[in-house]
């Protein structure tokens, strides 16, 4: 069935680093790629999306590329601050186009 | 986003007790979502719908039960038969009734085991 893989399932970084998190997904026919923010306890929010038309998109430290031959797609955050630890989901629409495929999250943590 | 409410935030449930857990949005979108959370699963889609009195069934959806009535509401209920429902239970919405749009989250029920 559709699947979307993520890795790492944590990351430690030091202040001012910048991280990289990377999803693979099964079905070629997904079209639409939201990258989800989501704080203990709280609602996940989204954060950046990309579409299949564009290769990359960038929003200030924030940027998501993709490779839609590879069928993988990452989320880079730059000069990282302590308030981005966090959980960190991708997602990937389905065949149909009805319905999103989570990975399973990234706990990233900042250290200052 | 104000425009999605869940409620309760915290629910218990009895042996053998079905209960129900409440989703509104106000956002006019058409497309609403139940996921389920557990610690190192990720989001889990439990059922969908696009439109008004129709819905999908997504990954884990035994032992669970949704209705689309209205527009604006999509109530989940957990039944008996669902053995394990400890967990985080998250509803969102989505414009265009398709999945390639943004999906916004509530702020979630957590639903424990008496």
């Known amino acids: 069935g559709e699947n979307v893989e993520q890795h790492p399932s944590t990351l430690s970084v030091q202040e001012g680093d910048s991280a990289v998190i990377k999803c693979t997904y099964s079905?070629?026919?997904?079209?639409?790629f939201p990258w989800y923010k989501q704080e203990l306890g709280k609602r996940p929010q989204l954060i950046i999306d990309?579409?299949?038309?564009?290769g990359e998109k960038k929003d200030q430290r924030i940027a998501v590329t993709l490779n839609k031959t590879a069928k993988h797609f990452s989320l880079h955050i730059t000069e990282t601050q302590p308030e981005d630890s966090a959980v960190y989901f991708c997602a990937a629409d389905n065949q149909a186009g009805t319905a999103l495929i989570f990975g399973k999250g990234t706990t990233l943590s900042v250290s200052s | 986003d104000g425009g999605i409410t869940q409620s309760p935030k915290y629910l218990f449930r009895k042996e053998g007790q079905n209960v129900t857990l409440s989703c509104e949005q106000n956002?006019?979108?058409?497309?609403m979502y139940w996921y389920r959370q557990d610690p190192g699963q990720g989001l889990r889609l439990i059922y969908y719908?696009?439109?008004?009195?129709?819905?999908q069934k997504g990954d884990i959806a035994e032992g669970y039960s949704v209705s689309r009535e209205k527009k604006e509401s999509f109530p989940l209920t957990v039944t008996s038969a669902q053995k394990n429902p400890t967990a985080f239970y998250l509803c969102?919405?989505?414009?265009?009734?398709?999945?390639?749009?943004?999906?916004?989250f509530g702020d979630g029920t957590r639903l424990s085991i008496l």
């Open positions: 719908s696009q439109i008004v009195n129709d819905f």
């Open positions: 079905d070629s026919a997904s079209n639409y």
């Open positions: 956002l006019n979108h058409d497309a």
């Open positions: 969102a919405s989505s414009m265009g009734g398709r999945g390639r749009q943004p999906q916004h």
């Open positions: 990309i579409r299949s038309n564009v």
